[in-house]
């Protein structure tokens, strides 16, 4: 994905999210997509709106935990 392709993606996710706040699956697309650009605090951010959403969602929370710098199995990450 071109660096404006990718500007475009996440222009495209935020007038969705604009449109309905609660789209897990757009919360969802657009972390993965700060987690590959590097983006943490944008990823983290995303993937916690999706746990807010879904709070037993167990694949996220070890995503959270693994970019708060814990191997996902401790369970004790602190979360934001």
Do not use: N, W
Not at 46 to 74: C, F, K, M, N, T
Request: charged share 25%; net charge negative.
């Amino acid at each position: 994905m071109t660096g404006t392709k990718r500007v475009i993606a996440v222009i495209e996710f935020r007038v969705a999210l604009a449109c309905d706040p609660t789209d897990r699956k757009t919360h969802l697309e657009l972390a993965d997509l700060f987690h590959r650009l590097g983006q943490l605090p944008a990823a983290i951010e995303h993937y916690s709106a999706v746990l807010a959403l879904e709070p037993g969602d167990r694949a996220i929370r070890r995503r959270l935990a693994l970019l708060a710098g814990d191997d996902g199995q401790s369970g004790d990450a602190t979360l934001p």
